[in-house]
């Protein structure tokens, strides 16, 4: 499925904790001009009006009749149902036993709706229109018989986010549950989730803790102070980073050891991956024992990063990787020294979220089209 060549159009929805900005894609690009209405986040019955309102603002203005709304939308949710639970950042939905916003809208516009975490459709989206199509057709150009076909997606900001895909297949997990990185054990300190660890308040406690004192620093300060670029404690920025990237990447370690894929790292701490990445690969590169004291390395696959030339290049080159066929003489391909690699999203993170959005839409009407073409042959 090529979503550049769709002429299809999905109503899309950036649904924030202040303000919801409704457009709509074709193609993989938006077609009309953002509309912004207030979440009214303290009122449900305000909200879900200014939700119908938004859409409706955005369907006037298209050129042809949509065929779907899908967009990402905070949870917990049940997001194969379509049902919103109670919203930490969204007081309008706590305690209201479950709100079935899915079925709402499919009711009123009488149109399919898809609604994601934005960590899963963040990483779906990298899945079909970033990282992974970026490092296959460097692949192809030089002729190597491989292809990435799974994906880590993490989002690194107020929270720690995270989605898989497998096979080119979004898991979003039986419960909708899949890909709460957040979840996993603070590597730093084993009472907390590694979200306290992995984000802009997880990086401030960091520094605040090295410097004695609480910071009215910003994360982009605490990474100037870390690179020189503004007075402060710079071996405190630094050794701030250090924390989080072992917190990261202890996460990241417990995750691709199950996927076998690529990693991407989007959200608004990304902007740091200069200084975050190498330390986060440096930790996945290490060790890991067992109890006779045998040591291991850590991870089964050698780790690359896509953002270092020199590193990208060496994650690229396969030319040694043939092997001779015993009483042939033919040379054969192989993947003996296992890679992975880690990047940072060129699309952006709102970017892929919205694609990722448009791509399920798309690709569950062209499944159901087909599934139901399937049941009329046995009707």
């Avoid at 550049?4 to 950036?14: G, K």
């Avoid at 709509?24 to 939700?51: F, W, Y």
């Avoid at 297949?169 to 996993?184: F, K, M, P, R, V």
């Avoid at 701490?269 to 330390?279: H, K, T």
Wanted: charged fraction near 15%; aromatic fraction near 8%; proline fraction near 5%.
């Amino acid at each position: 499925m090529n979503i550049f060549q769709d002429d299809r159009i999905v109503l899309t929805l950036d649904a924030g904790g202040t303000n919801f900005v409704f457009s709509a894609m074709q193609r993989g690009k938006e077609i009309v001009p953002p509309i912004t209405r207030p979440s009214q986040a303290h009122d449900l019955d305000l909200c879900l009006k200014n939700l119908l309102d938004g859409f409706q603002a955005v369907k006037d203005q298209l050129p042809a009749d949509p065929v779907a709304i899908s967009f990402a939308f905070p949870g917990p949710a049940d997001y194969k149902n379509g049902v919103i639970g109670s919203l930490p950042n969204l007081p309008a939905f706590r305690n209201a036993g479950g709100v079935a916003l899915g079925p709402m809208l499919e009711d009123y516009f009488q149109l399919p709706t898809f609604i994601g975490n934005d960590g899963d459709l963040f990483t779906y989206g990298e899945s079909m229109a970033g990282i992974l199509p970026r490092i296959n057709g460097k692949l192809q150009e030089r002729g190597v018989a491989k292809t990435y076909s799974n994906l880590l997606g993490v989002t690194l900001g107020t929270g720690f986010g995270g989605g898989v895909v497998v096979n080119g297949q979004l898991c979003q997990g039986d419960n909708s549950s899949g890909g709460e990185i957040w979840l996993t054990r603070h590597f730093r300190d084993s009472r907390l989730i590694a979200e306290e660890g992995a984000c802009i308040r997880g990086l401030v406690r960091f520094y605040s803790n090295l410097t004695g004192a609480p910071t009215k620093l910003s994360p982009k300060d605490i990474y100037e102070v870390a690179l020189g670029q503004q007075a402060g404690n710079q071996a405190a920025a630094l050794q701030a980073f250090d924390d989080m990237a072992a917190v990261i990447a202890e996460s990241l370690c417990n995750a691709i050891t199950l996927i076998d894929g690529i990693i991407v790292i989007g959200g608004g701490l990304s902007g740091a991956y200069p200084l975050l990445a190498p330390r986060i690969i440096q930790y996945m590169s290490g060790t890991i024992a067992m109890a006779d004291g045998t040591v291991l390395p850590r991870l089964v696959s050698k780790v690359y990063d896509l953002e270092n030339p020199e590193s990208c290049e060496a994650f690229l080159d396969h030319s040694k990787n043939e092997v001779t066929v015993p009483f042939s003489g033919r040379k054969v391909h192989h993947n003996l020294d296992k890679r992975i690699a880690i990047g940072s999203s060129h699309l952006g993170t709102n970017t892929a979220i919205a694609l990722g959005a448009y791509a399920i839409a798309l690709k569950n009407l062209s499944t159901n089209s087909e599934q139901n073409i399937l049941l009329n042959r046995f009707i």
